[in-house]
């Protein structure tokens, strides 16, 4: 348990240690959509979730957008141009050279050259858009059915209004929220 000196000397530090950083509003927190995936010297020591096989090429990503292939069996490692630095965590590849790779945020990635570069395709962001545009014309939809319909319709409808307006709540905080929704895994049957 702590005496209260000790609270205090712990409260002057890290007061000290603000003052250091500078303040608050200096800090810029960038957005892990935004920013590409970090070069690193030694990218196989990186955290990875997913690995497949392309033909001789070994191809593996994860933590922090990395995605990294090898094609001498894994003795050397070469990064992948990534857009995003968000955690990936599965990938698929329809043939050796066309592939998606899933994410944190939503992310959804595709390379035409067997994983060496890679294009942002779909993200958080845009799917929070696409709920909020769809829960809006919903809600718009109903409220137009309700307000046209006799006393009984509208009893009828009013819990489905109810569950719309709920619904186009839920959208516009996750849209102020940002993109939290990850996709864990992706398929193609054709």
Not at 13 to 27: N, Q, T
Not at 64 to 88: C, F, H
Request: proline fraction near 3%.
């Amino acid at each position: 348990m702590l005496n209260s000196y000790a609270c205090l000397k712990m409260l002057h530090r890290l007061f000290l240690l603000l003052l250091l950083a500078g303040p608050l509003s200096a800090l810029e927190l960038k957005d892990r959509l935004d920013e590409p995936s970090r070069t690193f010297n030694n990218v196989e020591k990186s955290a990875f979730l997913d690995v497949t096989t392309l033909g001789d090429r070994l191809l593996t990503i994860g933590e922090r957008g990395v995605i990294a292939y090898s094609n001498d069996g894994g003795e050397n490692w070469v990064q992948a141009k990534v857009p995003v630095s968000t955690m990936l965590t599965a990938m698929y590849f329809v043939d050796d050279t066309h592939g998606w790779a899933v994410g944190h945020s939503a992310v959804v990635l595709h390379t035409q050259d067997a994983g060496e570069n890679w294009t942002l395709q779909f993200d958080g962001k845009r799917a929070n858009e696409l709920l909020l545009d769809g829960a809006k014309a919903d809600y718009q939809a109903l409220r137009e059915e309700y307000d046209a319909a006799d006393e009984e319709a509208q009893d009828d409808l009013s819990y489905d209004l109810d569950d719309a307006e709920f619904a186009l709540s839920n959208a516009e905080f996750d849209s102020q929220l940002g993109p939290a929704n990850p996709l864990l895994e992706v398929y193609f049957e054709n």
